[in-house]
């Protein structure tokens, strides 16, 4: 979905839209579940937050709308459906393909208020129907997110602003309702939201600095998303940043970040021992070393932020002892200058393994070669550009574009790539083209579902081209493709077809393991086996287990993107608040 003009010649956008959220709502009012499915072509989509249970659901066709509602309807009430007074919300009319009309709406229910955003097409019979719909759970009665500006300046007349934000840091060292563990792009986004939804956190790092996992990380690494995409929560960018954030730069707008929306964090800080939950209490026994001191915690919930990867995955080749060179993983990798005048093999090809070739080329590396053992998904920047552009557009609020970008079921966006491949690939001719000359096996992720499906699902196996296929092209990088390394040599790296390739280094860009391994040491198997699945796409193709209530109480997962971070932070917030209130473990887990 893009934010484009709107047409001149199209039928009238704002009479279609209240048509059809009059019908919408009424159905709603009067729990008719089948009334709500007929709202919607029979392949569309329904993406509820929140709204009718406690977690997030993606629902595609009318006969799951109806049983989805059947059984949550009738125990919330639904009312005050409304357009959204945002003017970037208002009725649009799209030529599509297909022609379309989209646009905001707001509701309340018994317990919340939320937001909602649709965009029609036009069935079979020409009326007007939706092909997405969400509604999006945006505040708890009662609980409603404030700024900081509003909390200062109600509270100002009650002494100085840092004698206030003493007292709230001494609260939440000594008493924090959440402790999250993990100063990323989600630690630190989601404690900036729970600060302002007045939830007393305190935030943990192993590191020395705030920023410090990406001053460690190579040298030349850069975002791969425009700045609007990972904008940090409350916090735009400068008009001078440049589109796609540098290592160092962003690392210290993590530190700037931290201390600009006021966060409680301790830096040099690790769960020490295993965390116990008492059921009784309704808390955790955490003991947490700091620095050289232990302190002793009781939080009713653990985030753990601490990213969706775990420790490098090394793979075990054999005769090791033979090979007179240097192995290394890619996260021992900084810099390429130490590396000029060698051959360097470069075991595996995604973004990482593409960006350690370019900066080995660059260098003056004698050969560099990367290995790839299977295939891979590859855009090019412009696109992906383009795209994410015409959603977070420049100069515009990014939450209208985190509205739209919520709204859109990732089922759904997997169903529409696969019924376009050949678009998809003709996307991408040119650079394709390039990458096939130097021997590069292309997909387009699984079952055809798109790089933003293979980033979800499996993280690996993609790389978004920055000038990578040209140096393939022209035989600076050279592929070795569809084999796999089985034993080092005194000359280099020996394949299971027999060939050879000669090294004076190999670099294994080989990915992570399993996040949940890192999490067993922390918890104990038990409790994460219990807790099943934090990351790829469940059946709905929605992300299991983070930022969503998982088997264990007081147990939560924040793991994704800056956009994910950005978003679904309220939404952890939002469950955490009803947990406290009681409202969970009610009979019918609802709004």
Same mark, same amino acid.
């Given at each position: 979905m893009s934010l484009q003009v709107e047409h001149t010649e199209s039928p009238s956008a704002t009479a279609v839209a209240s048509a059809w959220l009059k019908t919408f709502s009424s159905a709603l009012y009067e729990s008719n579940h089948e009334a709500v499915a007929r709202t919607f072509v029979p392949g569309g989509w329904f993406r509820d937050l929140l709204t009718f249970t406690w977690d997030v659901r993606a629902l595609n066709g009318h006969e799951k709308i109806a049983s989805y509602l059947?059984?949550?309807?009738?125990?919330?009430? =639904?009312?005050?459906v409304r357009f959204d007074k945002d003017p970037h919300f208002a009725p649009t009319y799209r030529t599509g393909p297909p022609e379309s009309i989209e646009f905001g709406f707001t509701y309340e229910s018994t317990l919340a208020w939320g937001k909602g955003f649709v965009r029609l097409v036009r069935g079979?019979?020409?009326?007007?129907?939706?092909?997405?719909?969400?509604? &999006?759970?945006? /505040? %708890?009665?009662?609980?409603?997110e404030i700024s900081v500006d509003e909390d200062w300046e109600a509270q100002a007349?009650? +002494?100085?602003?840092?004698? %206030?934000?003493a007292n709230a840091k001494a609260q939440?060292?000594?008493?924090?309702?959440?402790? &999250?563990?993990?100063? +990323?792009?989600n630690g630190l986004q989601v404690a900036a939201r729970f600060r302002n939804m007045r939830i007393p956190t305190l935030l943990i790092d192993r590191t020395a600095r705030i920023g410090d996992n990406w001053r460690q990380r190579y040298k030349s690494l850069a975002l791969h998303t425009t700045k609007e995409h990972h904008q940090l929560l409350y916090q735009p960018f400068p008009s001078t940043w440049p589109c796609y954030t540098p290592r160092d730069k962003l690392a210290d707008w993590f530190e700037t970040y931290a201390v600009n929306q006021n966060l409680v964090y301790w830096t040099k800080s690790t769960i020490l021992g295993r965390p116990v939950y008492n059921k009784v209490r309704g808390v955790w026994d955490?003991?947490?070393? !700091?620095?050289? /001191? =232990?302190?002793?915690?009781?939080p009713a919930h653990i985030v753990m932020a601490t990213g969706v990867l775990g420790g490098p995955y090394i793979p075990e080749f054999a005769n090791r002892e033979a090979f007179p060179g240097s192995v290394l993983h890619t996260t021992q990798y900084s810099d390429p200058a130490p590396f000029a005048g060698k051959r360097v093999v470069v075991v595996g090809a995604g973004n990482t393994a593409i960006d350690v070739c370019q900066d080995l080329v660059g260098a003056g590396a004698q050969e560099v070669t990367m290995v790839q053992r299977s295939e891979t998904c590859v855009v090019s920047r412009d696109n992906v550009e383009k795209r994410l552009r015409s959603v977070w557009v420049p100069g515009v609020d990014v939450a209208v574009g985190d509205m739209i970008n919520m709204s859109t079921p990732l089922g759904f966006i997997k169903q529409q790539n696969i019924a376009h491949q050949a678009e998809q690939w003709e996307q991408e001719k040119v650079l394709h083209a390039k990458l096939r000359k130097g021997g590069v096996k292309l997909s387009l992720g699984p079952d055809g579902g798109g790089q933003i499906i293979q980033i979800w699902e499996r993280l690996g196996g993609k790389w978004q081209d920055k000038g990578g296929a040209d140096l393939i092209e022209s035989g600076e990088i050279k592929i070795k493709q569809g084999v796999q390394p089985v034993s080092y040599s005194p000359n280099g790296l020996v394949f299971d077809d027999g060939s050879e390739l000669a090294a004076d280094v190999i670099? %294994?860009?080989t990915g992570y393991i399993n996040m949940q391994e890192i999490n067993k040491k =922390?918890? @104990?198997?038990?409790? =994460?086996?219990?807790?099943? !699945?934090?990351?790829?796409? /469940?059946e709905e193709g929605e992300i299991y287990g983070s930022y969503r209530p998982t088997k264990h109480? @007081?147990?939560?997962?924040?793991?994704?993107d800056f956009y994910a971070a950005r978003t679904l932070s309220k939404q952890l917030g939002i469950l955490i608040i009803a947990s406290k209130l009681g409202l969970i473990n009610s009979s019918h887990s609802n709004l």
């Open positions: 059947k059984d949550t309807l009738p125990y919330t009430t =639904i009312s005050n079979n019979a020409g009326q007007w129907l939706a092909l997405t719909a969400s509604m &999006i759970v945006d /505040d %708890l009665k009662g609980h409603e007349k009650n +002494g100085a602003w840092g004698d %206030l934000h939440a060292e000594t008493n924090p309702t959440v402790l &999250i563990v993990g100063a +990323g792009q955490v003991t947490v070393q !700091r620095d050289n /001191d =232990i302190v002793h915690l009781a670099m %294994l860009s =922390i918890f @104990g198997a038990e409790v =994460i086996e219990a807790v099943g !699945r934090v990351h790829g796409l /469940d109480p @007081g147990l939560w997962f924040a793991g994704g």
